[in-house]
Every structure is written in structure tokens, then in C-alpha cells.
């Protein structure tokens, strides 16, 4: 089933060259996304909580010469963005019906089993293979289906994440041979224990070039001056699968590897990763205030929702961890509904220039509700998902005592985003719609598809809000592994 999941997508892309009917590859797309939601689902409730680690495991020998094998299973802390990736795929197709392309849908089926792969890889090489080939189908995404600057912010995208993807090869084949000189493999279970024999300076930089690869994915400031260009230039379908999936590998491979192969390193480097979570929720909130670019306001308060991500994986707590992970799913829902929206709405206007809306709700009382809802959820109010991370890598934060001033740093980091929101809310949908606005707009309310494409999402952010214990013991199994060497390494030291 994990196989069928990575390659079923792809092999519905190939299938691209012999259709030349962008209505039938649209059809095509929609299914095989549709069919993989579901199996992606099925997973989910198949998996076994008691027992716990790795399960539905898929091995075959590769390269043995080298060590590579084809390995993939499922965790804890991989269902959900298994079932993520497949789930933002089916609504983006809906979000963008109105494009007739094949080659637009086979990229998309492409980069739906690239980030399957990436979240179900216990290989390596194989994560490096998927987490590069995630890059080409949203560069073309961006650099042919985007606005008017698309093609500089395709190609800073893409230098971005190839500098990165440097430093992640380096330490990945560094890893493997430092942690096993005798008998190089590239299998994570492994690693996980044998890179523990690597210390010292060498850990250090080894976990190091993880981990700017992965903050460049995530991103956290400085390294994320990409992320708003790609997102503003973006179809409205990049966007969500930007957003909603390929935000997450970062925060993904920092907790699923670093933490993992260098507790000591990752304890040692803690003040800078939390230095840098809280320089993302200050500087990416005060940036976005400033943005009269409604899809560039919402790119920036992703900065800003990325660093509690980073903040609770810099706690080392097992609280703060679960909150990044709590984080990270909630952020795909929610921003992902957010960009949606803005789609929707750019699509009525032909901008998005803040200053030129206003009365939203009032013209359009549906997709007003949706969009009032999508904000208050970015703005982290209780009872929505986005609140739950917060609070948990906020809590994880104080907990320990290095990371406790920083905790205190971020709360206004949530003041600024909800300032934000709410600022954003009254700018855009209340008072009454313009003259100007009624004769120029269509402003006509959301269709029966725009609503398939949304309520999904609406339903996730308000359940997961309200009854968390939809993900937390999934999670929770996933957090434990990955920080069990942490914990063994404070026991040894009477921590």
C-alpha cells in the first residue's frame, strides 16, 4: 500500500504523454488523488498505537554494493502528512478546475508522490532522491502557471532549496560512512543508533548541514526570502501545496533526523534554533503588518507560524515537539484554506490589493463566513488547530529553562499575528462594498465546487481545534521515537 502511494501518482503522470485532452488528464488527476486520500485515510486508521514504530514496512534491495535499499514505513509522526499530501492534492485539482492542462495536472501527480516518498522514506538516499524531485514539478508549477514575476521567483526557489540540498547530500553520505565505516548503509533504523558514535565537532557540523537544508524548507528567517516571492507568483494550487505540504519537509527532517542522529549536537546548537524561532514570529508578524498584498500578508504570517514550529523542536521537550508537529499539520490545513480563498477572491477581482477591498462579507455572506473563519483560524484562537500547536510549543518552551526567555519573546509574536488577522478581517471583509466595487467585480458567491474544495478544510481546522485527540496519540508515538536518544542522552548525564 505505501508503494501504491508513491507510485501510482507518478505512473498517472506518465500516463500524461498519451493524453492529450487536458478535460480527461484533469479527470484522471482528480481520481488518483481521490484514490490515494482515501488509501492515505484507510492507513491512518489501520495503524496499530499499541504497537507503536514503523509499521507496513516495503523493503527491496537497490544498490547493495553501496548500502541502498528501496525502504519505506510508517509512523507516528509521517500518517499525517501522509494523508496531508494526498488530501491537499484532490482539493487543489477542485481549486483549479477551471484550467484545462495536462501537463499541469501530471506535474502535480508527480510532486504528490515525491512528498509521499519523502515522508515514508527509511532510506536515505531514497528521502534525498524524493526530497529533490518534490523541487522540478513546483518550479515548472511556478515558473509557467504563475503571475508576472514568476520566473525569478521559480528560479530563486529553486537556487534556494539546491543550496540546501548541498549541504543535506554532504551530510547524509558523511553520516552513513562516519556512523559505519566498516559497512556503509543508509537505512535510518540504523542510523538512529549508530550515529551516536559520532561527536564532538564532527557531529556538530554534520548537524549543521541537516539542518540548513532543512531550515531553508521550512523556512525560518534568515533563510526565507524565497518563500514570499514563490508564494505571491504561485497558482493558486502551488500555493496550497507550497503551504499546506512542502513547508513541512523542514520541519519533518529536523525531527525525524537531527534529533535523531545528534541529540548532543542539537542540545549544544538549542540557543541558536530558538534564537532563530523567535527572530521567524517577530520579524515575519512585523513584515506581513506591513503587506498590501493580501497573498504576500498571509506568505509572511507562514514565517511567522514556522517559528513556533522551530521554537518547540529547539525546546527539546516532549511537549514543545509534539506542538511543532501539532503545528505544522495545523498550518497545512488552515494555510492552505487561506491561499484558497485569496484564489477564489483574486479570481472576482483580478487583485490583490488590500486597499482596494472591502465589504466581502456583505457582498459575499458564504464565502465572507469561509474567509472569516480561515483568518481566525491563522490568528490561532482556541478551538481552532492552529491554537493547539501554539500552545504546546509555547508550554514546551518553558519548560526548559534554556529556551524559557525565548517562550516569553514569542508571545508577542502571537499578538502580532493575531493583530494581524483581525486587522486584515476588518480591512477586507467588513463595512460595505465600494460602488466602485460592485460595477467593476463580479462579485458573485461561492459555486458548489468552490464549496467541495473548501468545507473539507473548514471541518479539519475546527475538529482537529476542538477534539485533538484526533491526532495527538499518532503524534505522540512519533515524538517519543524520534527523541529517544535525546533522552537517553540526559539520563547518562543525570539530566
Known sequence: MLTLLIVFPILAAIASLFLKDGKLMKLLALAVSGMCTLFSGALWFAYDLQAGGMQFINEASWIPQLGISYSVGLDGLSVPFVFLSALLTFLAIIAEWNRNDTTFYALFLVLQGALTAVFLSLDLILFFIAFEVALIPMFFIIGNWG???????????????????VFLLVGILATA??????????????????????????????????????LIKLPSAPFHTWLPHAHTQAPTAGSIMLAGVMLKMGGYGLIRFNLAFFPEAMQSLQIV?????????????????????????????????????????????????????????????????LFMMIGMLSNRTHTRSIAAMTGMYTAMPIFGGMMWLAMLAGAGIPGMAGFVGEFQALLGAFQNDATALFAVLACFGILINGALMLWTIQRVLQGEPTQQ??????????????????????????????????????????????????????????L
Open 147 to 165: 503571475y508576472d514575476e514568476r520566473r525569478y521567483a521559480a528560479i530563486k526557489f529553486l537556487i534556494y532549496s539546491l543550496v540546501g540540498s
Open 177 to 214: 560512512y562516519l556512523a559505519s565505516p566498516d559497512a556503509v548503509t543508509f537505512d535510518y533504523r540504523i542510523l538512529s543508533e549508530t550515529a551516536q558514535t559520532i561527536a564532538g565537532p564532527t557531529a556538530l557540523l554534520l548537524c549543521l548541514g541537516f539542518a540548513i537544508a532543512f
Open 273 to 337: 534554533f530558538a534564537a532563530l524561532a523567535v527572530l521567524s514570529l517577530l520579524y515575519g508578524g512585523f513584515v506581513a503588518l506591513g503587506q498590501t498584498d493580501l497573498k504576500k500578508l498571509v506568505a509572511y504570517s507562514s514565517v511567522n507560524h514556522m517559528g513556533f514550529v522551530l521554537l518547540g523542536i529547539a525546546s527539546l521537550t516532549t511537549f514543545g515537539v509534539h506542538g511543532a508537529v501539532y503545528q505544522m499539520i495545523a498550518h497545512g490545513v488552515i494555510t492552505g484554506l
Open 437 to 494: 466595487m460592485t460595477e467593476n467585480y463580479d462579485l458573485y458567491d461561492m459555486k458548489p465546487l468552490e464549496l467541495i474544495a473548501a468545507v473539507p478544510l473548514v471541518v479539519l481546522a475546527v475538529l482537529w481545534g476542538l477534539f485533538p485527540m484526533m491526532l495527538t496519540p499518532y503524534i505522540d508515538i512519533g515524538v517519543q521515537q524520534a527523541l529517544g536518544n535525546l533522552q537517553s542522552l540526559l539520563r547518562f548525564a543525570g
